[in-house]
């Protein structure tokens, strides 16, 4: 059974930065991507960015493109999203999730951890 946990949310000053971190369990995750979502008051849930496990390929949101840094660790099975500059606009819900490399949904997800950057 596949099982995502976020951690590392919390508050912080506009132009701050944040690390997430996704602790992934269950199996095994070579042929599989892992994203990051966000989801703010109401507002859809939209792709911030993803990466998959065996080549380290990158894919960002327009708006986090250059400021967010998504990156893997093999070994603890853990895939963190480093936010830089943070705006006002980047408070949300952030979550996890992963898919099989050619799937067409996010069949996983974790619980969710809370970004509120103030002003």
């Known amino acids: 059974q596949v099982q995502l946990v976020e951690s590392g949310g919390g508050l912080v000053q506009v132009g701050g930065s944040l690390r997430l971190s996704c602790a992934a369990s269950?199996?095994?995750?070579?042929?599989?991507?892992m994203g990051w979502f966000r989801q703010a008051p109401g507002k859809d849930r939209e792709f911030v960015g993803s990466?998959?496990?065996?080549?380290?390929?990158?894919y960002y949101a327009d708006s986090v493109k250059g400021r967010f840094t998504i990156s893997k660790d093999n070994t603890k099975n853990t895939v963190s999203l480093q936010m830089n500059s943070l705006k006002p606009e980047d408070t949300a819900v952030y979550y996890c999730?992963?898919?099989?490399?050619?799937?067409?949904?996010?069949?996983?997800w974790g619980q969710g951890t809370q970004v509120t950057v103030s002003s």
């Open positions: 999730a992963a898919h099989r490399i050619g799937g067409s949904s996010w069949p996983y």
């Open positions: 990466i998959t496990w065996s080549g380290g390929s990158t």
């Open positions: 269950g199996r095994t995750f070579s042929d599989y991507a």
